[in-house]
């Protein structure tokens, strides 16, 4: 990172640092009574953080994917369900600072530094054919309606805005509806079920002939190029900052330990050989997927300034397949040792640590769904077909049921 790149990146920290202590403090809190984090939320939006990718000169505080993505993992640590909410919002401005500028553009920058969040509605279940979008978004007197029903609508539950996968019904083709929350006919439930994550907003969400504006439906075909390496760096900011707060609470539960075992290595926990060790293993661990995470986001930063600059489609598309690979390969690297950590953590601790009140489970069943987004057994697959026959990765792919 260059220096006038580091000085920013610390002005950016200092000015959100104090705001992920707050956060942090309540976590377990919330956790324990799974109460959704509308505060931190608030907080967050309130100190201009959904802006974070919005050029200075537009009003925003203009950084690049590298300090975006640390500060996410800054963030995770606090709180690992909250970069994960707003997945969704820092994509669609990412997508919109991949279009021209226009007034439409600077419409959207100034509702996201009034504070307006934007969630996810791409992913469908039931009976439907693979790839099949049941979603539609049709042509109306004064704009466009939308029916259909979404799940994994992550962020939602905090959102303005909901950025929803749909198909046109008057020439088939795939769409991005930007709809409003705000109005009666989206309905958005809190009933994500999963064993982690539990507070990242998602759910299922209904549409009942939503009103969509004429000018926020826009064809799939033009959305940004290296979305789907962006959407998974946000998973992987995530597990690098829950790898931070396993070392952070290992390091600090093992320093305040009083009990001991008659056949341990010492007089007390902290100067045992053996526990030492074992948090030494996880902060390892912990550092390496976070220094891969980092390494990755630069060839993202490259995607993004290839397409600014003008490039050609081969340099695009190079560039785009250099970002697919590296998120790729640390989803491989944190998707095994980010949960191995969050194991390990016990090895240093006792049984009274499993108590619910402390809530340190969470790490590991956090951790674990975020590892389960995105299969990672396809990723090394799409790695290894590269380094061996030069096959380019799946760069978007669908979901279904088989024939």
Known sequence: MSESNTAHYNELAARFRPIFARIAEGTVERERRRALAQEPIRWLKEAGFGTLRIPRSEGGLGATLPQLFQLLTELAE???NLPQ??????????????????????????????????GSGWSEIGNLKLGEVLTKVAPAEEGWLL???KFYSTGTL???????????????????ALVNTHQAEVERDDDWDGFGQRLTGSGTTRFKRARVDRTHVYDFSERFRYQTAFYQHVLLSTLAGIGRAVTRDAAKSVAARKRIYSHGNAPQVK??????????QISSWAWSVEATVQRATQSLQLAFDVHQQGGDDAQIREANVQAELEAAKAQVIASDLIPRAATELFNALGASDTRVSKALDRHWRNAR???????????TRNVGDWEVNGHEPTFIWQIGNGE
């Open 78 to 80: 606090a709180d690992s």
């Open 85 to 118: 909410a707003l997945r969704a919002h820092f994509a669609f401005v990412e997508d919109r600072l991949n279009q021209p500028d226009s007034e439409e553009r600077k419409r959207w920058f100034r509702r996201f530094i009034d504070g307006e969040l934007v």
């Open 147 to 149: 029916d259909g029903e």
């Open 158 to 176: 905090y959102a303005d805005w909901i950025d929803v996968y749909a198909q046109r019904t008057d020439n088939g083709r795939d769409v991005i």
């Open 271 to 280: 100067q045992d050989v053996q526990v030492l060790q074992v948090v030494g």
């Open 369 to 379: 769904t975020v590892a389960s987004h995105n299969p990672v057994i396809y990723k």
